[in-house]
């Protein structure tokens, strides 16, 4: 009985440089060449000749590289290395509209596995198959044939290097001023060329990460909390609701025609309709927000080892207490009590590993009961993070139809994902709801107040875009435009002095962004420091307009 053999394929490895190099350079850069094309425009035959020479170049530059690491026999490795995050990084670039940089690292770095489950698909899997692992295996399947003479072979993919530097020379030669001035007016765009735009994020990503272990800096070490908080009947206790991927476009509260918002429309809040965020993503804003950096010299990496707004409120004696349902605060809450709800896993509230918001009331009653002075509440919310948003409410609040009940959510038509991403808005309402509530329902000990403020907004299919993390300079408003809101008792309105009236008066036409959160909080709680900016504190303005 004959076995079954199967022919293994050989080639030269010059042959096998150049087939792989092809391949990563014209089918793994369908996008990078479709943005290219349109951004020229190719309507010349010199346009049309800049647009090809793209994939000559792109073919140039891995030939030369897989043919210095085929020296030192590397070249199926890094072969191997640039189809993975080729293919995967033209999947999210073509799927989602994002981008490869350092931020994009970072977010994939802090994605847990919840999410990263969440962003399965069929369609993912198949494209990474066909594309990236197929190859992959393709590649260690072929033979290299031995050389006849290793000296000839040096010698050939030497050669090939040269060529394809003068091939680049060249090119650089006839059509520089072309790429000089699509890559100046379109900077983003090399940031779609793979295995480069990967490589080089990673590169960056690794360059800023290496000052995470630096020594704490302390800032604000003369936090205090004023005279005027401490003397009275009752404590002072304040909730700081963080949304998650909340745009303000789809807040009734700022206009939007469908109710969204029809319990805080009911509870008397200072909503600011014009909101900026530090970033576009919960990586960047998150830390922004807490630094007291402003967004134009926020420095992430000196961000990384700095103390921020907890850290100063703690220290004027505030108790405070992040509870958490996000994956992570980023270093925001290091150094305060913090607690991961997602662990708790209730069955009424959670989805294979990630929870609906109100798993962040559980026992937060009996826990403000026994503060024995003031204190300052964080709750961290998923609200509306994608691209599973059909997970993030529950079926009663299903209020908007047909919905988006899949993690393919370019398979969706507009309005049913429309739908969905405002269902998660009525799930936020209801959350920021029930946390005004509980705060009244301790009036009689406590001086309440809310802060409500989204980490960044969400792009759902407006020109192709899907999600968020575009960098914040070509990012769309749908990104960067958060909600904002204010709730302050009766009770903190009459003790401190300060005018609701006003504040609503304020509110309508004041451009503010996060920058605002760090001096608002510090004067909202009213802790005194050389670190508050009280003319960026939004409260200022109408202190002592009561009558």
């Known amino acids: 009985m004959r076995t079954l053999r199967f022919h293994r394929p050989s080639l030269s490895r010059l042959h096998f440089i150049l087939l792989f190099a092809g391949w990563i350079a014209l089918v793994l850069n369908i996008v ?100 990236g692992i197929v190859p992959i295996i393709i590649a260690w399947w072929i033979k290299i044939k031995p050389a006849r003479s290793a000296l000839r072979s040096v010698m050939l993919r030497l050669a090939s290097i040269v060529i394809s530097v003068l091939v680049i020379l060249a090119i650089a030669l006839l059509f520089y001023k072309d790429y000089a001035s699509l890559f100046r007016n379109n900077k983003e765009l090399v940031k779609s060329l793979s295995p480069s735009n990967s490589i080089a994020a990673s590169l960056s990503w690794y360059s800023h990460s290496r000052t995470a272990h630096l020594p704490l800096v302390h800032i604000g070490e003369d936090a205090r909390q004023r005279a005027e908080m401490q ?220 802060v409500y403020l989204s980490d960044h907004g969400e792009s759902l299919g407006e020109n192709g875009v899907y999600l968020h993390g575009l960098p914040y300079s070509i990012a769309p408003e749908t990104q960067k435009h958060v909600p904002l809101l204010i709730w302050l008792s009766q009770d903190y309105q009459t003790r401190y002095g300060v005018s609701g009236e006003c504040l609503q008066k304020n509110a309508r036409d004041k451009a503010v962004s996060q920058d605002n959160l760090f001096p608002t909080m510090l004067g909202i709680l009213g802790v005194s420091t050389n670190v508050y900016r009280a003319e960026d504190d939004l409260l200022t303005a109408c202190r002592g307009q009561v009558k």
């Open 32 to 131: 990078f060449y479709h943005q290219a094309f349109m951004l020229l425009p190719v309507d010349s035959l010199h346009s049309w000749l800049v647009f090809l020479s793209m994939p000559l170049v792109a073919f140039s530059v891995i030939t030369i590289v897989v043919s210095l690491a085929s020296l030192i026999r590397l070249d199926r490795l890094v072969i191997s290395l640039f189809l993975l995050v080729s293919s995967a990084a033209q999947y999210f670039i073509s799927t989602f509209g994002i981008i490869i940089d350092r931020s994009m690292i970072t977010n994939i770095l802090d994605t847990t596995p919840a999410e990263s489950f969440a962003l399965l698909s069929t369609r993912m899997m198949l494209m990474l198959l066909l594309t």
């Open 231 to 450: 003397h009275g009947a009752r404590k002072n206790l304040t909730i700081l609701v963080v949304g998650e991927t909340s745009r303000a476009e789809n807040f009734s509260l700022g206009g939007y025609a469908r109710e969204t918002n029809p319990l805080l429309q009911q509870d008397n809040v200072i909503y600011y309709p014009n909101t900026a965020s530090c970033g576009t993503a919960t990586a960047i804003s998150l830390p922004c927000m807490f630094s007291g950096m402003p967004r134009a010299h926020y420095d992430d990496q000196l961000a990384e080892h700095q103390e921020g707004l907890l850290d100063i409120i703690q220290r004027a004696g505030i108790k405070v207490l992040w509870n958490e349902n996000d994956g992570g605060c980023k270093g925001a809450c290091d150094r305060v009590p913090h607690q991961d709800m997602t662990q708790l896993n209730l069955h009424d509230y959670c989805i294979e590993g990630e929870c609906q918001d109100e798993i962040l009331f559980r026992d937060l009653a009996s826990y403000i009961d026994s503060l024995p002075g003031d204190g300052l509440i964080v709750l961290h919310t998923i609200g509306s993070h994608g691209p599973t948003y059909y997970n993030r409410y529950p079926a009663r609040l299903r209020k908007f139809t047909p919905t988006c009940d899949t993690n393919e959510i370019q398979t969706c038509s507009q309005q049913q994902l429309i739908n969905t991403y405002d269902n998660t808005i009525l799930y936020v309402d209801y959350i920021v709801d029930k946390a005004i509530k509980l705060l009244e329902s301790k009036q009689d000990k406590f001086t309440t107040s809310l």
